[in-house]
């Protein structure tokens, strides 16, 4: 078995506020004059070692244990296998 480092977003649906993001997205450009920034959105990472007999498993595993243990509200929030990376 080979141990991966699984990185899950979770974030707010597009439709969803995210007064977090927007209160960042405030201060980038009224206080900071970042004028070239757009749109800020906000979201939690979770960082999750596993052991799997591959790549495309642990990515499933994971997917899979978020959606069964509910990690987030389906109803407002997305949750994504960001990233995969062997740990050695």
Known sequence: MTK???TVLIEN??????????TIYRDLVLKGGYSFVKSVRSAKCLKIEVEAASKARAR????RMCDELRIYNPVVSTCIVDRIEIIR
């Open 13 to 22: 649906k597009k439709e969803i506020d995210d007064p977090e993001g927007q």
């Open 4 to 6: 991966y480092l699984v």
């Open 60 to 63: 499933d595993e994971v997917a």
